[in-house]
């Protein structure tokens, strides 16, 4: 018998938006794999969990993919979990997860947090109809080439976008959406929680005085 790989939700920030599901199959697991161990075991500890640990992180998927898939193999039950919120968006969980279907292995996602679906319900924009893109190109063309397919969706716009690249794709929106309305939420569920509205140039200024700090979620 194989094992199973489960596909265990986190907390993107207060450490007690963890279910106790989450929590038990932490515990029961034979390994967990971690984006990052040091930032995992912080949620571990808090909970007593003692299962070991390995990373599994953008750099070292291909070849600690190999080693996870062998263990699964040998009938060990793996947890799969992201530094904060649900694995396999946008981080690199999602190539485990095709490899575990590809070799047949029993999956099980343990659902809970996810930051875009926190920033997106209490932002005030519509909810029925919307597109996550997680993080656009780094560079500005690319990046302006799929906000103008993005303005003729239609539908609420969910985006990521680090602190040192906010103001430049604000700059964007504004080129290729015009001064609209936008949303952005920081440090979301943690002490320093802040979600602004507003127009983006107005947004702009004020990240051009004050200096953005933590992951940013833009809803447009």
């Avoid at 909970?47 to 062998?70: C, D, V, W």
């Avoid at 530094?83 to 946008?90: F, K, L, V």
């Avoid at 932002?123 to 190109?137: A, R």
């Avoid at 290729?176 to 979301?188: F, H, P, T």
Wanted: contains cysteine; hydrophobic residues 40%.
């Amino acid at each position: 018998m194989t094992g199973t790989l489960y596909i265990v939700s986190t907390p993107i920030g207060n450490l007690s938006d963890i279910t106790l599901r989450a929590i038990d199959t932490l515990k029961m697991v034979h390994l967990i794999a971690c984006e990052d161990t040091r930032h995992t075991r912080i949620l571990l500890d808090r909970y007593g969990i003692k299962t070991p640990t390995t990373s599994f992180y953008e750099y070292n998927k291909l070849t600690k993919s190999e080693y996870l898939i062998a263990a699964l193999k040998e009938g060990k039950s793996v947890a799969l979990v992201s530094d904060a919120g649900t694995p396999g968006i946008s981080d690199p969980g999602h190539s485990i997860i095709k490899q575990a279907i590809e070799h047949s292995i029993p999956l099980v996602a343990i659902p809970g947090p996810a930051a875009f679906i926190t920033a997106l319900v209490v932002s005030g924009k519509p909810t029925h109809k919307f597109t996550f893109e997680g993080f656009l190109s780094n560079k500005s063309t690319a990046r302006k080439k799929r906000l103008k397919v993005l303005k003729e969706e239609g539908r609420t716009v969910v985006l990521y976008e680090s602190p040192h690249r906010i103001l430049k794709l604000l700059e964007d929106i504004i080129d290729i959406w015009g001064d609209v309305d936008v949303v952005l939420a920081r440090e979301l569920t943690k002490k320093f929680e802040e979600v602004r509205r507003g127009s983006v140039r107005a947004l702009a200024e004020h990240f051009k005085t004050t200096k953005p700090r933590g992951e940013f979620i833009v809803v447009i």
